[in-house]
């Protein structure tokens, strides 16, 4: 709050000198103007105005001292907490899956059982007397890895990986897993957690940096690798958790590519706009997608969704669209709320996603968003 003051103050102080420079330039050819030099009117109004700053601008100075040093003499005995702070660390991220509280679960948790959700709307939670299929997967935004072990391996590869990991009886849901992330930072980090994999597991695993809204701009290598492993598997799936949004200009190049080029089962976590959102609420929401990156043709209602799924060949009994916003958005807000609470003590915080953390609890208050589950079968 004090940054944003801050700010405005700045702009509010250039406006004023602006003010009092052209004032004080149209006194000196003014016939109101004294032998002394004193402005005029608008030179006045000016620089009443550059007073009201500065003495603002002084109570802002002010206060953020005795802010900080407040902040110092409660925090001086903790900061040393940081150093018992483990690394490497999990490093999922979605916007997980809170059904139980959230002080009893972490966001490591919440973003495996988020995955286990979907999993299990598309009926891959159990193999359980089934006849074994060779299964693939595309995974459209993997992150930084901790989903491609979650999928691919039996048990945890690092140590942080323990401390989310669950028992399964068969955690390798997929035989051929192909990872697709736009950022380049998080295929590195991924990378080199699924090699510490392959090396020991000699999977089929395989990472690229690419755009996955776009396929023909796809390269070879990545053409190939799917290629490969469509021609050896019996049913492919295309995934999309909590990624699909934020495709620009929108998700439905990938998923017309997945029924058409691929012959795929599509799902993912996504969101969709409540059918009784009002006008105002639509305008802000069009604002604040345009600061998540995420295009607003990405947002229609569940409705419309499945109609589009339906337009791209998936039949209507195939699709399913499960709203789980309650176990999403709210508890999302308030995990955030008590973690900022948590990270203080030591002298941190959550930064730039306590701007998230209220965007989640307005739409987890008032239902303008909805987080849904899609499952679109070939």
Known sequence: MWDRLFFGYTIFTGFALSGVIQAYIRSLGSHESTSSGK???????????????????????MKRTQRKEKEKASIYGLQHGRLHLQVPTAMWMNMGYWKSPPASKTLSEACRDLLKVVL?????????????????????????????????SKE????????????????????????????????????????????????????FCADASKPTSWNEGLKNSIRLARASSDERWVL?????????????????????????????????????????????????????????????????????????GYKSEAITITDISEHVFAPLALFLTEQDSRLKMVGLGIGR????????????RTGVMRGVIVVAKK
């Open 39 to 61: 402005l005029g009117m608008d030179g006045q109004r000016s620089m009443q105005i550059f007073g009201v700053w500065l003495a603002a601008a002084f109570y802002w100075i």
């Open 120 to 152: 299990a709307e598309a009926g891959l939670s159990n193999d359980e007397g089934q006849t074994q299929r060779r299964r693939f997967l595309l995974d459209l935004g993997f992150g930084c890895g901790d989903q491609t072990i979650y999928l691919m």
């Open 156 to 207: 945890p590869i690092r140590a942080c990986d323990k401390d989310w990991w669950d028992e399964r009886e068969r955690c390798a849901t997929f035989d051929h897993y192909i990872g697709i992330t736009k950022g380049e930072s998080q295929a590195r980090f991924a990378s080199e957690r699924v090699e510490e994999f392959k090396h020991n597991k000699g999977s089929t695993i395989s990472l």
């Open 240 to 312: 999309a958790l909590d990624t699909a949004y934020h495709f620009s200009p929108s998700r439905w190049p990938i998923i017309e590519h997945a029924y058409s080029e691929l012959e795929a089962n599509y799902m993912g976590f996504d969101l969709c706009l409540s059918p009784t959102a009002t006008w105002t609420q639509k305008t802000m929401l069009r604002l604040l997608t345009a600061l998540m990156g995420a295009p607003w043709a990405n947002f229609s209602t569940p409705q419309e969704y499945r109609s589009k799924l339906e337009h791209v």
């Open 353 to 364: 996603f306590g701007v998230a953390k209220t965007m989640f609890s307005w739409w987890g």
